[in-house]
């Protein structure tokens, strides 16, 4: 399969191109600085700028573009900038999509967004049905899945990517967790009843490869686990396979005065199942949060 890759340098990015290019399939990484190998064509979403023949040679288009929301402290520019480095890139691939020829289009666009759609669920199990919640990264999910609409619109299938948290050592919810606990100075956020809805990167990756075979599955789709935990029960479970004790909480003013704007959604409940996934017959390698930190620790 031919697969045109947005957001390839990214933390799931990079690994899914990987992934991909073992299994065997011919991986084009879109990047906006001029192309340096000859499986990299260079775009600028920001001006809507994409050559629609590079669309055209896929079978497949996969975009995973977006700026980190763990990655900076969030202001006023930096939440602009996580909102429009989605849209922005979701718009230009929907658009350049829908504008070819029905025999050139891509059969698939597996578009990211993420458990944010749902805002905060509290105790409430959500499921792929439910609407759009409340708060700043819910707004950005609502808006980025609608951008995929003119792809749909065009005929092409289009899948939105609801992603939990992946667990791995260098990157994601792990990567910032692990020195802390380490040292014994970590603990449960806030009252660590909140929901996480995490997802082992194996799994993550395999789910995305069975959705891009998948013709029967459209629309959105949680890959998150089938058993999520609360933040307490997490704490406890890599503490101790990191053979540490977790018994400093962080309170939820202090992470208010670490994070700023994204305390809040780190404080977030989400208790999201993968009903499509279930459904479709995905079978996880990791189905447990204890299996999951194991391979996230050491593979």
């Known amino acids: 399969m031919r697969i045109l890759l947005a957001g390839a ?41 994409l ?15 977006g700026a980190g ?3 900076k402290r969030w202001n006023d ?7 429009s480095s989605r849209v922005d890139s979701t718009t230009t691939l929907a658009i350049t999509i829908a504008g070819l020829p029905a025999a050139d289009r891509p059969t698939v666009l597996l578009n ?40 749909e619109d065009a005929g092409v299938r289009v899948v939105r990517l609801r992603t ?19 040292l014994g100075i970590a603990g449960r956020l806030g009252s660590g009843r909140q929901w996480l809805p995490w997802i082992s990167m194996a799994d993550w ?18 890959v998150v686990g089938p058993a999520p935990v609360t933040n307490a029960e997490f704490t406890r479970e890599l503490a101790r396979q990191v053979h540490r004790p977790a018994v400093v909480p962080i309170p939820a003013l202090a992470l208010k005065v670490a994070l700023g704007g994204f305390a809040q959604e780190a404080l977030t409940s989400a208790r999201v199942l993968p009903a ?9 390698h990791h189905p447990d949060l204890p299996s999951a930190l194991h391979a996230a620790l050491n593979d």
Not at 78 to 83: D, G, V, W
């Open 164 to 182: 939990g948290l992946p667990l791995h050592r260098d990157g994601g919810l792990l990567k910032p967790q692990l020195l802390p606990f380490r």
């Open 51 to 65: 050559d629609p023949a590079v669309v055209a040679d896929a079978d497949a288009v996969v975009n995973l573009a």
């Open 112 to 151: 990211a967004s993420a458990v944010g759609w749902y805002g905060n669920t509290g105790d409430r199990v959500v499921e792929e049905d439910a609407p759009a919640g409340e708060g700043f990264l819910a707004d950005v999910c609502r808006v980025w899945e609608a951008a995929t609409r003119p792809a």
């Open 9 to 49: 340098s990214g933390f799931l990015g990079t690994r899914l191109a990987d992934h991909l290019t073992a299994d065997g399939h011919r991986v084009t990484r879109l990047v906006r600085r001029p192309a340096r190998t000859g499986d990299e064509r260079r775009w600028n979403p920001t001006a809507a700028q």
């Open 77 to 83: 520019a930096y939440r602009r900038l996580i909102r």
């Open 205 to 222: 990756l395999r789910a995305a490869r069975f959705l891009l075979d998948r013709d029967d599955v459209a629309g959105a789709v949680n």
């Open 69 to 71: 929301v763990g990655d």
């Open 276 to 284: 499509v996934l279930s459904r479709a017959g995905f079978a996880y």
